[in-house]
């Protein structure tokens, strides 16, 4: 069975400061993975996604940057912190060639004062 | 661009009883997706549809392709039913793109 592990759990960051958020995935082979963000109390905005190790696309710009740097791994981070980025930062990923149901990790809730 | 429109936005339910949500669609959709986010922000897979009708216990959604829209029936509410439901679709044309509705935030009473 495949499993999505994402780290940290929360992340309380002060403005300015830098932000790696980390998500990995065990059981499944070449998955397409997934970044979305979701402001308190609102619906969920797709960031990046990657199909391949080593290449990511942008869906929204938002001061963040996301690498695939494994097969099973998806970085997103920033050097610089807005208020902005507060929310909840969830990782997902799919079955790929043509399979297209997402899954969802436990998600990474920022604050950032 | 791609969009997704839920409603209702809240729904209250007395245990027992059911309703139903909606998703229409601005665009043609490749398959659609329901999903629960309890308490904790952890997201529930319910149903990935790429076109009819499935049901799993007191759940039952249906994607309709062709008019555009999906539904989400539930039955015989319980109070563990209580969260927020979202549909997410991917268009024809964005592949890798799922994009969220607005979400229904529904409470169950007793």
């Known amino acids: 069975a495949q499993t999505i592990h994402q780290w940290p759990v929360a992340e309380i960051k002060a403005v300015g400061s830098p932000l790696s958020l980390g998500c990995t995935i065990k059981?499944?082979?070449?998955?397409?993975l997934y970044w979305y963000w979701q402001a308190t109390g609102g619906t969920l905005q797709q960031l990046f996604y990657?199909?391949?190790?080593?290449?990511v696309e942008s869906v929204v710009q938002l001061n963040l940057s996301a690498s695939r740097p494994k097969d099973d791994q998806f970085i997103l981070s920033t050097e610089k912190l807005l208020l902005s980025h507060s929310g909840f930062y969830l990782c997902?990923?799919?079955?790929?060639?043509?399979?297209?149901?997402?899954?969802f990790g436990k998600g990474t809730r920022l604050t950032v004062v | 661009g791609d969009q997704v429109e839920q409603s209702p936005s809240a729904l209250s339910l007395h245990e027992g009883t059911g309703s139903a949500l909606r998703c229409n669609f601005t665009t043609t959709m490749r398959a659609v997706q329901w999903f629960q986010q309890n308490s904790r922000g952890s997201l529930i897979n319910l149903f990935y549809l790429a076109s009819g009708t499935k049901e799993n216990g007191r759940l039952k959604s249906t994607f309709n392709s062709k008019e555009s829209y999906s539904t989400l029936h539930i039955r015989d509410a319980q109070l563990e039913d209580s969260g927020t439901y979202f549909c997410a679709a991917e268009a024809s044309s964005s592949f890798s793109k799922l994009v969220f509705g607005q979400g229904t935030s529904l409470s169950v009473v007793p």
């Open positions: 997902a990923w799919a079955g790929g060639q043509g399979n297209t149901e997402v899954f």
């Open positions: 059981g499944k082979s070449s998955p397409n």
């Open positions: 990657s199909i391949t190790v080593g290449q």
